[in-house]
């Protein structure tokens, strides 16, 4: 059983434009989300995360929302550049166990020039 | 920095046979983990450490074995490989297990088993 979901497997958008990356979990107990980055033949990357006691975490283009109530998160990248496309990680853990992570399937992105 | 670094990148085995995959870590960090990722899958968790001496299971510890002598190195053991072993592995560390610190990745060993 899935615990964290990323439903679509990929994204295609405009370079200048929104992309806008899902995530949903299941788990009650997850307490801190993040998002990791991947390109191909190597490790993800840490992007940006959200503890539950916030509904927004902002840096630079990339702004991370969780709607808790939804048990729901998204990845606003604004404006979106042609290095921006990976593969997107959403990540999840609780009690501050970021040695313990959950991940989803991940999302391709890719933007276009 | 060289911050995580894995050996080898790549390693083909046959069914049977025994290797170790090596993880280090010169960032001085107290918890490190191995995943294992495979085509349209995330990342899982395989066995994870919190300190020298200290390894737990994960969520796919079986076919795994792992220990934790010092703080650097944390290395996976793959006692009698199988084909459903095929896969990406992943090792990371992170300084603590609280809330605002991120864990950073090697950059993968690609195992083939036949």
């Known amino acids: 059983d899935q615990q964290v979901k990323q439903n679509s497997p990929s994204l295609s958008v405009q370079e200048g434009r929104i992309s806008i990356l899902n995530c949903d979990y299941t788990?009650?107990?997850?307490?801190?989300f993040l998002w990791y980055k991947k390109y191909p033949a190597e490790g993800p990357t840490f992007l940006i995360s959200i503890s539950s006691i916030k509904d927004k975490n902002e840096d630079g283009r990339f702004t991370v929302f969780l709607n808790k109530s939804a048990k729901h998160l998204s990845l606003h990248i604004v404006p979106s550049q042609p290095g921006d496309s990976a593969v997107y990680f959403c990540?999840?853990?609780?009690?501050?166990?970021?040695?313990?992570?959950?991940f989803g399937k991940g999302t391709l992105l890719t933007v276009n020039p | 920095n060289a911050g995580v670094t894995q050996t080898p990148k790549f390693q083909v085995l046959k069914t049977g046979q025994s290797m170790t995959l090596q993880c280090a870590q010169d960032m001085n960090h107290e918890y490190m983990s191995w995943y294992r990722q495979d085509p349209g899958m995330g990342l899982r968790l395989i066995h994870y450490s919190v300190g020298a001496g200290i390894t737990d299971q994960g969520e796919v510890p079986n076919g795994y074995n792992v220990s934790r002598s010092t703080t650097e190195d944390f290395p996976l053991r793959l006692l009698s490989a199988a084909p459903s072993q095929t896969s990406v592995y992943f090792c990371a560390s992170s300084r603590d297990g609280q809330w605002g610190t991120e864990a950073f990745f090697g950059q993968g060993t690609r195992l083939t088993v036949v």
């Open positions: 788990n009650s107990m997850f307490d801190y």
């Open positions: 990540a999840a853990n609780s009690g501050g166990s970021n040695y313990k992570l959950t």
